[in-house]
């Protein structure tokens, strides 16, 4: 399964389109889940906003900075919509990135942006 070739991947780019056609990558934490990837961004986000109107995505792994490390994997995406479902990924993300994680949800705590936050579930083919 495509999912399984970014289960250790530290980053991955995710690819959203714009309404032009455009393609824009960001660099996001991931973690399998399911036969899915799942990813947490900032509600507000516009590859949020790009997701909402078109759910075709790409990934390909990265670096932190965005540098793509190898080949892009086509798929969809969209914004979890039930509590039980954002649970079940930031578990996922929690068991992989471990102390990282606990330290962004401190501070994203702290600033009061815990709650302004997305989980995307990403389908990839093949």
Not at 35 to 51: D, H, N, Y
Not at 91 to 113: E, I
């Amino acid at each position: 399964m495509s999912e399984e070739r970014y289960a250790d991947a530290r980053y991955i780019s995710l690819e959203t389109f714009k309404r032009d056609g455009s393609g824009v990558k960001t660099p996001v934490w991931c973690a399998p889940l399911d036969g899915q990837i799942v990813v947490f961004t900032e509600a507000k986000a516009f590859k949020v906003k790009r997701l909402r109107r078109n759910a075709k995505i790409r990934v390909a792994r990265c670096d932190v900075r965005g540098k793509v490390r190898g080949t892009w994997c086509s798929g969809t995406g969209r914004i979890a919509d039930s509590q039980s479902e954002q649970d079940f990924a930031y578990a996922a993300l929690h068991k992989k990135y471990g102390w990282q994680m606990r330290v962004t949800d401190f501070f994203s705590t702290l600033s009061g942006r815990i709650n302004g936050r997305a989980v995307l579930i990403l389908t990839l083919k093949g």
